[in-house]
C-alpha cells in the first residue's frame, strides 16, 4: 500500500525548533521526489519545501528561507523537514508528498499531517 506517514509535530515556543519526519512505504522511495505542505486555518494548502529524488536540489518557500532544511534519507525511506526559528504564522498541520514513478508518474495518497503549533 502506497502511503506516507508524518511525525514530529508539537507545540512549540517562537524562536524555537522541531523536526517532522515523513515514512515511506509502498513504492521506490529512492527514485521519489519529495516535499512538504502545510495548511493553516482558513487558508490554502501550501508548498513549503521540495528535494528531487537525488537530493541536489531544493526549493523552498519565501517563508521559510533560511528557517527550514528538508533532507532525506533513502536508507530509511524517510524524508525530514528542519524547522528552526519558528514563528507563529509557522503554526499549520504539515503533509508531506512524494511523486514517484511506477510505468507513470504517481503522487502518493495526503496523510493524515503533524500538527504544529507556535505559542508562548
Known amino acids: 500500500q502506497v502511503q506516507v506517514v508524518e511525525s514530529g509535530g508539537g507545540l512549540v515556543q517562537p524562536g524555537g525548533s522541531l523536526r517532522l519526519s515523513c515514512a515511506a512505504s509502498g513504492f521506490t522511495f529512492s527514485s521519489s521526489a519529495v516535499s512538504w505542505y502545510r495548511q493553516a486555518p482558513g487558508k490554502e494548502r501550501e508548498l513549503v519545501a521540495s528535494?528531487?529524488?537525488?537530493?541536489?536540489?531544493?526549493n523552498y518557500a519565501d517563508s521559510v528561507k533560511g528557517r527550514f532544511t528538508i533532507s532525506r534519507v533513502n536508507a530509511k525511506k524517510t524524508v525530514y523537514l528542519q524547522m528552526n526559528s519558528l514563528k507563529y504564522e509557522d503554526t499549520a498541520l504539515y503533509y508531506c508528498?512524494?511523486?514517484?514513478?511506477?510505468?507513470?508518474?504517481?503522487?502518493?495518497?495526503w496523510g493524515q499531517g503533524t500538527q504544529v503549533t507556535v505559542s508562548s
Open positions: 528535494l528531487t529524488s537525488s537530493g541536489g536540489s531544493t
Open positions: 508528498k512524494a511523486r514517484y514513478y511506477s510505468g507513470q508518474y504517481y503522487s502518493t495518497p
